[in-house]
Structure formats: C-alpha cells, structure tokens
C-alpha cells in the first residue's frame, strides 16, 4: 500500500474513532435507582431519608430515582416486595428496621444494602461484626435493644409506683430475642415484672390489647417493629401509658421514648448510600451505632391519661410534645 493511502485510512480510522468516542459520550448514564423497603412504619423515615440525600445533593429527576416499598406489617409481602427490589436491578436497597434488612438480604447477596437501622445486627445475623460486616450488608444499627433498660428508666421515672409491665413483641422479628433479653435485664434491676404479649400484626392488637387490660398492667412498652398508630390508638383507649425506643412514637401519641436520634441515623445512612455509590463496597464499611440519644414525651397524651410528668423528667427531655 503506498504511504499516501496509509495515512488516508489512518485519518478515517482516527475520525471514526473520535465520532464513536463522542457519541459514547452523548449517551445519557444510566439512571441510579435506589430501592427503599420500610416494613410497618413509612413515616418520618421516608421524608427524612429523602431531605437527608437532597443534603448531600442528590435530587430526584433524570439521574435518580428511587422505588419506594411499604409492607404494613406483613411479613409476606414485605418478602415479595424486596423480591421485587431484586427483580428491577436496583443500584442499592435501603431497609429501615430488622424485618425489612433480613428480608433484603434474603433477597440478594450482591445488591448493596444499608441498614437505617437495625436492631443489634450481629446477634440477628445480618452482618459477620460491626468493625467488619462482610457480605453486602452494613449501614447503622438502632441499638434499640440495648436500650430497653433505659426504656425502663424512664417509665420508672415518670411512673415511680410501676411494677407491672406489658410488652407487645413482634412475633415475625429476629431482633424480638434480643429486644426481650434486654428488657429482661432491666426488669429485673428494677424490681419490675413484664408479661409478654407476641403478635404477628396489627390484626391480633384488639384482642391483645383487651388482655393486657384486663390484667391492670401500670405501663405498656410496644417493639418499634409494629405499627405504632394502631397500638398507640388501643393504648388510649384502655387508659394505658406507652412507650416504645423509637422516637416519633410519641408525635403519634404514645407517652414517651427514648431512642438513637432519628435525624442523624438518616443522615448517616445517607452517607453510607453516597459512599456505596461512588464506588465503595458494603463489606469494607463499618456499622456505625448511633453517638445521640433523645428522650421524648408528649404532654398532651400525659394530660388525657391524667398523668403528672415530674418535672425533673421534663428537664430532661430533648423534647415535649405540647
């Protein structure tokens, strides 16, 4: 081939390879999408979730969406729907609470999940240690179990004469163990008694609840697990002080809470889902546990119980529901 001829097929190769180079370039990315599965309790976690990841610029649109999924408490379906999750290749699955993360990892062991959070993930099996999950699982543990004997405290403090404690368990929940264990601790450094009440959702609660009645309990403390406003609205009913370790029980009714603080869970999650996008693997990240705690109580149910909160405990709230 003569040199002028070499150089003309060069050029055209070279051309080509620029035009196909821009053309790449003018493909749109793909969209990330980010699955959300919340078992019993959308709200607040879907909109503080969703404010948290606006914070660090992530706005829904063209290049992100999300495929938002609540199971009402049905364990079933809450299946079916990470399933689902799997199903659409999601970019990343963000659980809120126990049943909702085991159920995504049951799901996939490749697609990336965040805990937002979870109970005591280690002894849950959801992760190898908190120092190191391995797998694809990692995100915030709620600690919520371990801070059941706090829980305690606080009913004890607002109610000095307690001794009779109901607890409404979540029959469907692998964190319901530890949950249990912990209170139990508690209880007994208290001098308190607890009759345990295991449901499977928020059908069972009528009945349930004309028992827990019936028995004259001083104080009922409901697993975050299950549909609050149900539970909470029964509790009204029967004259019982609630409480639960999650911290918007209270803004739904019930009488108090103590809990990681909800804001910055949602914020770190959000970091975990930034971190995990750019490129980081689950498996290398450490589970954090939340640093902020916060007591809240709502006056206002106090009041309808015909309760005083002492004012000692009103000092020490982070918040009161006026």
Known sequence: ??????????????????????????????PRTIGVL????PEPFWSLFRAAMRDLGYNEGPDLRYEFRAAEGDSARLNEQARDLV????????????????????????????????????ATGLVASLAAPGGNVTGLSAIAAELGGKLLE??????????????????????????LEQLEVGRRRLDMTTQVFEVRGADEFEAVFDRIASDRVDALVIQPSLPRKP??????KHRLPSFSPVRSF??????????????????????????ILKGAKPAELPVEQPTKFDLVVNLRTARVLGL????MLLARADEVIE
């Open 38 to 41: 919340v078992f019993a309790n």
């Open 87 to 122: 199903r659409l290749k999601v970019d990343l699955i963000v659980a809120s609470l126990t049943p909702a993360v085991l159920a995504a990892k049951q799901a996939t062991s490749e697609i990336p999940i965040v805990m937002a959070g979870a109970g005591d993930p280690v």
């Open 1 to 30: 081939m003569r040199r002028r001829d070499v150089i003309s097929v060069t050029a055209s190769a070279i051309v080509t390879a620029l035009a196909s180079a821009r053309m790449a370039t003018a493909q749109p990315a793909r």
């Open 250 to 275: 209270p803004a739904e009714g019930g009488l108090a809470s103590y809990s990681g603080n909800q804001l910055h869970i949602l914020s770190r999650a959000a970091s975990y889902v930034d971190r």
């Open 308 to 311: 005083t909160v002492p004012p």
């Open 154 to 179: 606080v009913i004890r403090d607002m109610l000095p004469a307690a001794r009779r404690l109901a607890v409404v368990a979540h029959g469907a929940d692998s964190f319901t163990r530890p949950f």
């Open 231 to 236: 539970a909470i609205d029964l509790a009204l």
